[in-house]
């Protein structure tokens, strides 16, 4: 069985030249060739190379079980469909377990390829460390060459969800789009074209590509609504929520989310209330009515007491709704909780919530906002590139120092404020508006 | 000299919000999650 590809990935993703792993075993050229699987190696040589990549050249060079090509193919397919469909971590975790106990070798050295794609994808799905899974990416992209369009399109997939995961939604989006383009050309199954469906969806929103995202989420929901996968159609629900609301469609955002809770009633899915809840609040803070926001924004925490992380989010918001009431004691009292909350959960992914949080505190503090914080924060989104963040602390700076008649900073942020806000609208200059 | 600093300020204010309105989601909303299931119920925490 040739395996010179299998030596060839894991050397690329160990980032090793071929002169390292060929030393005291072979001459590089050699290698190449081994890699290239133009030449049989001797048993020995190639444990020599397995060893020093700390692969085990058991699992590799034994037959692959009892399973035929298709069988295997058909095993992978089936784990592959079963972790999309089900959607569940646990039930992830034992399928990767299970594959990376799968000798993946076949006179076909294209099953490897989709072999290594599936367990990446896996790996996404269970939130391993980032650096390991852009490592892996990068090993991958080295073969694209070599992949048929089906393997080009899981490539892209898990391209474009560990951009979304990191959340640089922009370059997400730019991989969803050549995903689009590919769409006709491969022979997707009803399941597979309905996750891609919903997972456009959900790109295109989080980049306010509402058309888009609609057209793509009424896709997914007609799948689901016939297949009755209900955590999903109510997934689906709630999108349409938030794209209505963004499109100021109030009434028909409520029907959305009416229609997504009555699926959690139903279906006795508790669990799934918190996020209902948490976007009925953030439609009624867009309509203007902030207690109402407020009222729903408590149910959500509530119901979200066994996800800290997913508290977060809404503790923000009320603290939002508060700042517009100036309600000063309450919206204290909601910054504390939610800065001690970030301290306990030490994730960095919500470090944007615990500098939004520090700005409103000091804001509202007695002592008026500190150029420090207010500095922190419009660095920080800076940082990570969220324009529309620096831009939004950048005005909410400028108008403190207008108020305390500070014109001349107050002009130099209101200026930064319209720098960022054209960044965020690919705008150059102000005839382009 | 008052008048047309606030004009100027309520010029620029006008400018930004304008271009909000126009574009970018907001931050508030909470989206399911794309790849596993949105459910808060503890098996999906541990």
């Known amino acids: 069985m040739r395996i010179g590809h299998v030596i060839r990935a894991e050397r690329v993703r160990q980032e090793m030249k071929q002169v390292v792993l060929a030393k005291g075993i072979c001459t590089p050229s050699y290698l190449s060739k081994i890699e290239r699987n133009l030449i049989d190696p001797s048993e020995e040589v190639v444990e020599l190379l397995m060893d020093r990549l700390g692969m085990d050249p058991g699992k590799f060079t034994q037959p692959a079980q009892d399973k035929t090509e298709q069988e295997f193919l058909k095993m992978l397919k089936d784990s592959y469909r079963n972790v999309i469909t089900k959607r569940d971590k646990d039930y992830t975790r034992q399928q990767l377990d299970m594959l990376l106990q799968e000798n993946p070798i076949f006179e076909d050295q294209s099953i490897y390829y989709t072999y290594l794609l599936i367990v990446l994808h896996f790996r996404l799905r269970l939130e391993e460390d980032f650096l390991l899974i852009n490592k892996e990416l990068i090993a991958l992209e080295e073969q694209v060459n070599n992949f048929n369009r089906y393997q080009q399109f899981l490539f892209l997939l898990c391209k474009g969800l560990t951009y979304y995961s990191n959340r640089n939604i922009k370059k997400a989006v730019e991989v969803f789009d050549t995903i689009v383009d590919m769409l006709d050309k491969i022979d997707l199954e009803n399941w597979e074209l309905a996750d891609i469906y919903y997972v456009l969806g959900v790109g295109y929103t989080a980049n306010n590509q509402l058309v888009l995202s609609s057209e793509y989420i009424a896709k997914a929901l007609a799948f689901y609504r016939e297949s009755l996968s209900m955590k999903r159609l109510m997934d689906c629900y709630i999108l349409i929520g938030i794209i209505n609301k963004q499109s100021k469609k109030y009434q028909e955002a409520i029907d959305a989310y009416l229609k997504a809770q009555r699926i959690c009633d139903d279906f006795n899915l508790d669990g799934d209330k918190g996020i209902i809840y948490h976007n009925i609040g953030s439609l009624h803070s867009s309509m203007g009515n902030s207690w109402e926001a407020i009222d729903y924004y408590t149910k959500s925490i509530s119901d979200k007491y066994e996800s800290k992380s997913g508290q977060l989010i809404t503790i923000f918001c009320m603290v939002s709704e508060y700042s517009k009431l100036e309600e000063i004691q309450k919206l204290n009292k909601w910054c504390d909780i939610g800065i001690k909350l970030y301290h306990q959960l030490n994730d960095e992914n919500l470090e944007s919530y615990y500098h939004q949080l520090l700005f409103f505190q000091s804001l509202h503090s007695k002592e008026g906002l500190s150029d420090e914080v207010a500095k922190n924060t419009i660095n920080y989104f800076k940082s990570i590139q969220d324009y529309r963040q620096t831009y939004k602390y950048c005005i909410a700076l400028a108008q403190w120092y207008y108020s305390k008649r500070k014109y001349k900073l107050s002009s130099i942020y209101f200026s930064e404020s319209i720098r960022y806000s054209y960044i965020n609208n690919n705008i150059n200059r102000w005839e382009d508006i | ?46």
């Open chain 2, 1 to 46: 000299m008052k008048k047309i600093v606030s004009l100027f300020f309520a010029i620029l204010l006008l400018a930004g919000f304008t271009m909000t309105n126009q574009a970018s989601a907001s931050t508030k909303d909470e989206l399911p999650k794309i790849l596993n299931a949105t459910s808060y119920s503890v098996s999906q925490l541990q």
